[in-house]
């Protein structure tokens, strides 16, 4: 039975979410319940009685591509989802004509598909696209949304719905620098580190704090970035290894780019921990990549509020008064900071 062989009964309920209304429905003689669960954050579908389920064959999945994936986790899952079934209902929004549109549970899905599980049960996050997306990100944390697919689906309501970065975040009940911050990042990939990053052939914690600081302090071209994902991608090295790597591939010389291009990895690594090459480039220690982390936090910071004043709801004279004095104590404490660098230039 599809979705579209429901029953349209519908209901209105209150979320306890900033007073966002779900749709929930009663599918033929099965009554669906709303309640709410995890920390009092997330409105689910409670289907009780004989569980009526939406057909997988009825799921869209345009949104696929903006949710990272993960091989090691997908497998457990997909053990425990053989053991145990679907315990946490999948997140979806109904289009107008009937059509489910999944955004929250892909790897719940794409494991039910492989076990041939012919449906699955689905909570309704809001009454339409925007409001569902606001939903999946209001109540998101690192755990259920990567700073990535926030960033995405952020992407997604400011260029395809053209909500701007201050309704963004009202409706989120963030930071108009939140916003815009996940607004600049993916403006800063191509399309080839893009899809390394979501489709999981590498790692977002290596790119973000290791890969992408290292490569702008150098200056490294965009085109040799490209290619250094394509070679260590799909790889399972861990953050210190790939580390070494764009040393090597960056700075280590031809040869040593070469190998790695070639796809010799661990003839490269051991090379480079045998060489020279790791402490003449400069190989950082932990104080060195924090300070580095620290940096790009601040410089996104500083690029989410360039974006953001531009909105023109940015007007009040009290609020440029108080802008300007925290502007001004941050150019005297960046003061120190250009002097040390100065001095280590």
């Known amino acids: ?20 209304c779900l749709r929930t429905y009663s ?32 799921i ?27 315990l946490q209902p999948l997140g979806c929004v109904l289009e107008e004509g009937g059509a489910v549109v999944l955004l929250d549970g ?32 209001f109540q998101s944390s690192e755990k259920t949304l990567n700073i990535l697919e926030q960033a995405a689906f952020c992407d997604h309501l400011h260029l395809h719905h053209k909500i701007g970065v201050l309704a963004i975040a009202d409706r989120l009940k963030k930071s108009p620098a939140w916003v815009s911050v996940r607004l600049g990042m993916l403006h800063d990939m191509s399309p080839a580190i893009k899809q390394a990053l979501f489709q999981g052939r590498f790692p977002v914690r290596s790119y973000m704090y290791t890969i992408k600081p290292f490569t702008r302090v150098n ?32 700075k280590g010389g031809e040869n040593l780019k070469t190998q790695i291009q070639n796809g ?5 690594l051991k090379q480079l921990k045998a060489s020279r090459v790791l402490t003449e480039s400069g190989e950082l220690n932990d104080v060195e990549r924090k300070f580095l982390r620290d940096l790009e936090v601040l410089r996104q910071c ?15 004279m009290a609020f440029f008064e108080k802008a300007r004095c925290v502007i001004n104590g941050i150019f005297e404490q960046i003061a120190p900071l250009k002097i040390f660098f100065g001095r280590a230039a």
Not at 32 to 54: D, F, H, K, P, Y
Not at 61 to 84: C, M, T, V, Y
């Open 27 to 58: 599918i033929r003689s099965g009554q669906a319940a709303t309640r709410a669960a995890v920390q009092g954050a997330w409105v689910s579908l409670t289907l009780e009685g004989n569980v009526n389920q939406v057909e997988c064959e009825s």
């Open 219 to 250: 200056k490294i071209p965009r085109k040799e970035l490209d290619d250094f994902v394509r070679c260590v991608g799909g790889k399972a090295l861990s953050t210190r290894e790939i580390e070494r790597l764009a040393i090597g591939f960056f």
């Open 264 to 268: 010799n990895i661990p003839w490269t």
């Open 302 to 316: 500083i690029h989410g509020l360039i974006l953001a004043t531009a909105d023109p709801k940015i007007k009040d």
């Open 106 to 137: 892909f790897k719940r899905f794409r494991s039910a598909l492989k076990l041939r599980i012919p449906t699955v049960p689905i909570a309704c996050l809001g009454v339409d696209e925007v409001q569902a997306v606001c939903e999946l990100l």
């Open 1 to 20: 039975m599809g979705f579209t062989a429901f029953e349209k009964t519908r209901q209105m309920v209150k979320s306890p979410l900033h007073g966002l």
């Open 60 to 86: 869209s999945r345009k949104f696929e591509d903006l949710r990272l994936k993960n091989g090691p986790d997908e497998n457990d899952l997909l053990g425990s989802i053989q053991k145990e079934g679907i």
